[in-house]
């Protein structure tokens, strides 16, 4: 039999559970795989989630480790460390479309609502940790504030209801993958714990009475000349910071 030591996590960039095997055959092996462990929550934080197992099989193969459990079926091997790290730090940042995501299986949305929503998740966190949610930038348009990615995504729905998530049935479901991709990123805890409070006071206003709050007197959005759809504006951070007091509720 063949001892297998191995490293699992998930990437949410591929879509699927992501492992390191290693073939353990003797003690200095051990401190090997210790300090591999180590580096990995060096590089992708002390949170990062990471887990290990050791079991043995026939042979060498991930193939025999398959059929030794089950649970290891539909794994992605990745066969260096390097690029495990990569692949995990990739997925420790989100975006604005991952916040998205998380509103769609909650509530009904059009684009506009949608965009004010995520926009203020970011600027609540933003104000009350002093970091960034998520790393898009936000542009001030005609009707407010624009997340980039989630705008790409879903402008072709204009002033319909998005449909992606709009299912009742399925939107527990559909809750379960995008709060564990947030609960994945860098302080993901934290960032969930923010963002339920958001979704708690703005949830279930309207879009026109979330662009009323957005075009208050001394709102970013406000203190940020107004961009047409091809002269992206940035809101910058520390107007953000500084003036979002005069948008909320």
């Known amino acids: 039999m063949i001892t297998h030591f191995i490293f699992m996590s998930s990437s949410y960039s591929l879509g699927t559970r992501i492992a390191l095997d290693f073939i353990v055959e003797e003690a200095s092996v051990q401190e090997e795989l210790k300090t591999d462990l180590d580096t990995i929550i060096k590089r992708c934080g002390r949170d990062v989630s990471i887990s290990t197992h050791m079991i043995q099989a026939e042979d060498e193969t991930w193939e025999s480790v398959c059929r030794a459990d089950h649970f290891f079926k539909d794994i992605k091997v990745i066969k260096t460390l390097e690029e495990f790290i990569k692949l995990i730090q990739k997925d420790r940042k989100l975006e604005g479309i991952d916040i998205a995501k998380y509103i769609l299986s909650k509530f009904t949305c059009t684009q506009l609502k949608l965009q004010k929503l995520v926009y203020f998740c970011f600027a609540d966190y933003l104000c009350e940790t002093g970091k960034e949610l998520f790393t898009d930038k936000i542009y001030a348009f005609k009707y407010g504030p624009v997340v980039d990615s989630v ?17 009742i049935d399925s939107r527990n479901i559909a809750e379960m993958p995008a709060k564990s ?14 963002i339920e409070k958001t979704l708690e006071k703005y949830g279930n206003m309207t879009a026109s009475q979330l662009v009323e709050l957005t075009h208050k007197q001394d709102s970013p959005w406000n203190k940020t000349p107004q961009s047409e759809e091809l002269a992206y504006i940035p809101i910058e951070l520390e107007i953000i910071k500084k003036y979002h007091q005069f948008e909320t509720i």
């Open 151 to 167: 705008y790409k995504r879903y402008k072709e729905y204009g002033y319909k209801p998005i449909e992606e998530e709009l299912d």
């Open 181 to 194: 991709r947030i609960l994945f990123a860098i302080d993901g805890t934290e960032k969930i714990l923010c």
